[in-house]
């Protein structure tokens, strides 16, 4: 469960598959974020070029995942919806530090990625492993392992960037944190949600 504290109750698939459309739209603004945070990461932190290079590589991967879900709604006769705001990344963004060093912001930064990989991981498990449609399950049991190597990326380089910030420490109060406020998520047809 990449140390998360509670995993998703399999019975929220039946909630997704109650509105598919509703999933893959929200997924799909999701794959976009997550695009848009290692962009971010890369504006904030131009010079570090190892940083740059996979941020870049994520920032790609993620826009195919965007057009990937894009793809999957179009061959279904869906229509992809208006951007949702997500409640789980703003409860998140909440517990994020905002003080300390430029260097500090960065390592903050990003564990707060690794911790929206993390459970978007989890539940792409959960929905490859539950989910009726043969497709859906297949698309996220290859999404989970993408996801699952952007969760080790982010930490890695937390790790690797941190100058006095202890990051296992840290990930500890991320984990304890999501572990207080996901009872509140899994009743919607959203990845978080």
Known sequence: ????KLATDPRWVNIVESNIEEILTDHAWCEQKAASNAIYIII???EKEELVTEMTRIALEEMEHFQMVHDIIKE???TLGRERKDNYVSDLVKFAKKDGSRNDALVERLLFAAMIEA???ERFRVLSLNI???QLAQFYHELMVSEAGHYTTFINFAKQY?????VDKRWQEWIEFEG???GNYGKNETVHG
């Open 119 to 121: 459970r978007s991981c």
């Open 44 to 46: 904030n932190n131009s």
């Open 180 to 182: 207080s406020i996901i």
């Open 132 to 134: 009726k449609d043969v």
């Open 1 to 4: 469960m990449l140390g998360l």
């Open 162 to 166: 941190s100058e006095k910030i202890n």
């Open 76 to 78: 279904k006769g869906l």
